[in-house]
């Protein structure tokens, strides 16, 4: 269909888990919050804490438009047509199409985010919008190649109910060699470069190679959790989420009632997060600023916690993912507390990310 309306969604399923985040919330309980939006699904989990306001930044208005309508599904839909609208397992994101046709025109949401994805909806003719984005299409095409060089047996670590039996045959029966040439032909700057990132992908300051990244990132993923619970491996193997335990923790029944009860009101940002929290004058207790900093650079990777402080306040929580690159940032003024929350980043279901979680000594 050639350059299509859509082009400008990155991501739309989204590529973290926030069940570090929504635990962190449970223990904390912050009034105020402040989030990198990405898909949405990584942000609207956060109104779980009671009845926290929630500030989504983005850069791009298109993830914005996204983040509204997903609220609105969340706010207007019941659970089932909840998971209907979007296509999340049991149900198909090419399925359903009238309905979700006659669902979309019926949501109240924001007019320039509904125009948006009118367009997009008539472009992909009422399919789902669920795996659209930049990055869910790069997965897809990895669940191609996994299937065409590991065989017929391609997705046998996603078939285990005990976590012994799957480490077993990780280390005895996993086609290993395959495996490695997989993530030798997609585990490289070129791959990301050419199909997602278009020449800014991250400069890499990990003591790694790109190949044992991505190596000891699935090597946790196989043997710490049941395969079968990680959205990400349905997503590196299937090309979609494909049972229940699949499903990320934005979808869970729990969930998805606490985000539709939640009395926080959502306020949306197109600005990049630094410039916004050094001067908004608005004060926040918990911050999740997803993978971003890993793509400063200078005097910014050195000072962006500096110059956020502002928006901070005392005892104020921070998460950062980094991607291939940790900044090297000015910590002064935060004590790293990651260690205390261990268990939950170990848990994380993409493992792809070094999580550092700082608080705020103000």
């Known amino acids: ?95 359903h199409l009238e309905f979700r046709k006659n669902t979309f025109y019926k949501l109240n949401f924001d007019k320039d985010a509904k125009d948006f994805f009118e367009k997009v909806f008539f472009e992909i003719n009422f399919e789902s919008v669920l795996y659209i984005g930049k990055w869910e299409k790069t997965f897809q095409l990895m669940a191609k190649i996994n299937k065409f060089f590991l065989g017929s047996e391609f997705d046998r670590i996603l078939c285990f109910d005990s976590l012994s039996n799957q480490i077993s045959y990780y280390h005895s ?56 619970n990680s959205f990400f491996l349905h997503l590196c193997f299937y090309g979609k989420i494909q049972s229940f335990s699949g499903l990320p923790i934005e979808v869970s029944k729990e969930v998805f009632e606490e985000i539709k009860n939640s009395k926080g009101k959502c306020v949306y940002v197109q600005e990049d997060f630094v410039s916004h929290l050094s001067m908004s004058g608005k004060k926040y207790d918990f911050l999740s600023l997803s993978d971003v900093p890993s793509y400063f650079k200078g005097d910014l990777e050195v000072n962006f916690l500096q110059l956020i402080k502002p928006s901070l ?50």
């Open 313 to 362: 306040n005392p005892g104020a929580v921070i998460v950062i993912r980094s991607y291939l690159r940790k900044a090297d940032a000015d910590l002064s003024g935060y004590t790293d507390v990651s260690d205390h929350y261990k268990k939950i980043i170990e848990d994380e279901k993409v493992q792809m990310y070094d999580i550092s979680i700082l608080k705020y000594n103000g």
């Open 173 to 228: 029966g996993f086609p290993i060699l395959k495996w490695k040439a997989v993530i030798a032909l997609i585990g490289n700057k070129s791959f990301f470069n050419a199909l997602l990132y278009k020449g800014d992908f991250i400069e890499k300051n990990s003591p790694e190679t790109h190949f044992q990244y991505y190596y000891n990132a699935f090597d946790r993923l196989f043997t710490h959790d049941l395969a079968q």
């Open 1 to 95: 269909m050639g350059d299509k309306y859509f082009k400008g969604l990155n991501y739309t399923l989204g590529n973290e888990d926030t069940t570090v985040e929504y635990k962190l919330i449970k223990e904390l309980s912050p009034k105020s919050i402040f989030s990198i939006c990405g898909s949405g699904g990584r942000a609207l989990p956060l109104l779980a804490s009671k009845e926290a306001d929630l500030t989504l930044a983005d850069l791009s208005l298109e993830q914005l438009h996204l983040a509204k309508l997903r609220k609105a599904t969340y706010s207007e839909l019941s659970y089932d047509d909840f998971l209907k609208f979007w296509g999340y397992f049991p149900y198909r994101d090419n399925d």
